[in-house]
């Protein structure tokens, strides 16, 4: 690469951003301006990442006086080490991965899913190619968790359970504001438990808090649960109802209603690891939303917790159709497997999914897995009330405002 053209390139852009003006076009031209901007980034991302490796191995930092290559590195982009650490490992891994390596120089891949794509390619590098192609047509959030499921059978599971296990942790902290800060580091049994149990106690703290009109936020009912369960119900309250807002029982100490599990903690695991007691190419064992586990912590988690089984050798969930409007229990492990999050483009949520008949129930559409999707509560209102469409592609969804055809 010719560095004066670089050099002019960049003087181009800046001249370019001092007359830039984003009020004075309109929304459809800022738009495109985002994604040609968005473009630029990921060129300049790819550029980073090759000069750093560059950089990494001809000792220049050393010459500069730099204690390392991440330390450089942090100083040029203005970020911390540790995302220059992270940086320079992606770098390091393109060399091995030419399918990820051109796909980074034509900008069609972003830093981040490098780095998600080169961890997992290469440990498993004939999944290299499906892993950049998947990141063209996914989101972000898929294409990690099947970066999560690479790692997983290309390493030792019980292995790297163990190492999280045994560098767990809770820290704690006071901010400037005077607020204590928490940070955890879980096993994803652990950390799955722990956030049933909270999600169960914020639905029940959210419905008080309608029933008396709070505002609290979702976020802040999750925290008034986490600190309720762990004190034993004194410190969770709705204002304008303190004692229908206990988090614990009647006793004082943490509710289980009904005598059922402490927890419920869904694991999605083919029937035949789980009777063979480990996973074979092409099967998994997971915990919905958070990543792999070994199937000896699942075999454990059935003795106290809900056990969701894919049985992969029993009823065929690709053609399970219904007459009824009511999506039956192998249609729905059918459809949280095949969309962990929002179907629309670029949408990442994955809790409160709702399933949508794609062709209207009313209107003849049937109760079967091609005509139905899980949608975020926001785009399925779209779709019902303002006239967008969802419409099936070969390579997933699109979703188009009304009019649009």
Known sequence: MNLALLERVAGDLRTALADYEPERITGADAARMLQG?????????????????????????RQTGHRSAAAHLAEATGSGIGPAISALETARRLGS??????????????????????????????????????????SLAVLKLRCRRVKAAGADQKAAYDRIHNSRYLRNWVDPDGAVRFDAKLTPDAGAR???????????????????????????????ALVGLATGGSAASVPGEPGDSR?????????RRGGGP???????????????GHVEPGEVCEIPGIGPIPVEVA???????????????????????HVGRTIPAALRTALVERDPVCVVPSCEVSEGLEIDHV?????????????????????????THRGYDLVPEPDGWSFRPPGSG
């Not at 988090?247 to 509710?255: A, H, K, N, V």
């Not at 988690?301 to 065929?316: F, N």
């Not at 062709?359 to 779209?382: I, K, M, Q, S, V």
């Open 262 to 276: 402490a927890a419920m903690v869904h694991v999605r695991v083919d029937h035949a690891a789980l009777r063979r």
């Open 97 to 138: 991965l030419p399918a990820t390596d051109d796909a980074l120089r034509g900008g069609r891949l972003s830093e981040t899913q490098a780095k998600e794509i080169s961890g997992a390619a290469i440990l498993q590098p004939e999944t290299e190619r499906e892993l950049v192609e998947a990141a063209g047509q996914q």
């Open 247 to 255: 988090i614990g029982g009647e006793d004082g100490g943490p509710s």
């Open 359 to 383: 062709r209207p129930f009313a209107e003849g559409g049937p109760t079967a897995l091609h005509n139905l999707a899980r949608l975020c509560h926001w785009h399925h209102y779209l779709k």
């Open 194 to 224: 722990l956030l049933a149990v909270v999600k169960v106690e914020t639905a029940r703290l959210t419905t008080a808090a309608r029933r008396v009109g709070a505002d609290d936020t979702p976020t802040g009912l999750a925290a008034d």
């Open 299 to 321: 075999r454990q988690l059935a003795t106290d917790s809900i056990l969701s089984v894919l049985l992969t050798d029993g009823v065929d969930v690709t053609s399970v159709a």
């Open 37 to 61: 901007f968005a473009e630029i980034e990921r060129l300049g991302a790819a550029g980073k990442l090759l000069s750093a490796r560059r950089v990494e191995s001809s000792n220049i930092w």
